[in-house]
């Protein structure tokens, strides 16, 4: 199984600040990673698909990168609504895996 | 607008079965993936199972391998999730989600299904 490392756990930043979010797979996922946020009892959302594609209506602050094992989401200016747990996932291979996460608050 | 309603969840004794439902509208129900995907209280996600379009392929991780049935009605644009012998280990709020050629991208608001004596 693939095992997917997001660091860190917990990231608190200021408003408008550039933000860098994780993710580590225990082997090559060939881009096949993908980036949800979750708010506080809601469904996740998708943001990112297949490293660095934006899902459609999400904006355009919040963008992805990576290959082989490395991958991140970046938010180039950090705002109040921002603030939720992120969680990368692969669905290169089954099982599909997800990350444990990261939490994401504002200072 | 695409739309996946999760029902069925509920307080079950271990061992238990459960039949959960995801009722979809919006998209071409028989063109897509289904999958499930579950999250204990105050954890992470957990992939489930997942279904290809026409239903005859099926994916489980190996917690639920050999206890859990996904399946899908394309007549009726319904998906389904046999639970058997459930654990309690097994609580958590389970989503259903569509994957329209990628990841999941659609999700149900969730239901939640609770294993205790």
């Known amino acids: 199984d693939i095992q997917m490392t997001q660091s860190p756990s917990v990231l608190s930043a200021s408003v408008g600040d550039r933000v860098t979010l994780n993710c580590k797979a225990s082997?090559?996922?060939?881009?096949?990673l993908n980036w949800y946020q979750q708010k506080l009892g809601e469904a996740p959302k998708l943001l990112i698909y297949?490293?660095?594609n934006l899902q459609t209506g999400i904006p355009s602050r919040f963008s992805g990168s990576g290959s082989g094992t490395d991958y991140t989401l970046t938010i180039s200016s950090l705002q109040p609504e921002d603030v939720a747990t992120y969680f990368c996932?692969?669905?290169?291979?089954?099982?599909?895996?997800f990350g444990s996460g990261t939490k994401l608050e504002i200072k | 607008e695409v739309q996946l309603v999760e029902s069925g969840g509920g307080l079950v004794q271990p061992g238990s079965p459960l039949k959960l439902s995801c009722a979809a509208s919006?998209?071409?129900?028989?063109?897509?993936?289904l999958n499930w995907i579950r999250q204990a209280p105050g954890k992470g996600l957990e992939w489930v199972a997942s279904?290809?379009?026409?239903?005859?392929?099926?994916y489980y991780p190996d917690t639920v391998k050999g206890r859990f049935v996904v399946s899908k009605d394309n007549a009726k644009n319904t998906g389904y999730l046999q639970m058997n012998n459930l654990r309690s280990e097994d609580t958590a709020m389970y989503y259903c989600?569509?994957?329209?050629?990628?990841?999941?991208?659609?999700w149900g608001q969730g239901v939640m299904v609770t294993v205790s004596s």
């Open positions: 989600a569509r994957t329209g050629g990628g990841p999941p991208d659609y």
């Open positions: 082997q090559n996922i060939n881009k096949y």
């Open positions: 279904i290809n379009p026409d239903g005859s392929s099926t």
């Open positions: 919006g998209f071409t129900f028989s063109s897509n993936w």
């Open positions: 297949n490293t660095n």
């Open positions: 996932f692969q669905h290169n291979s089954w099982p599909l895996t």
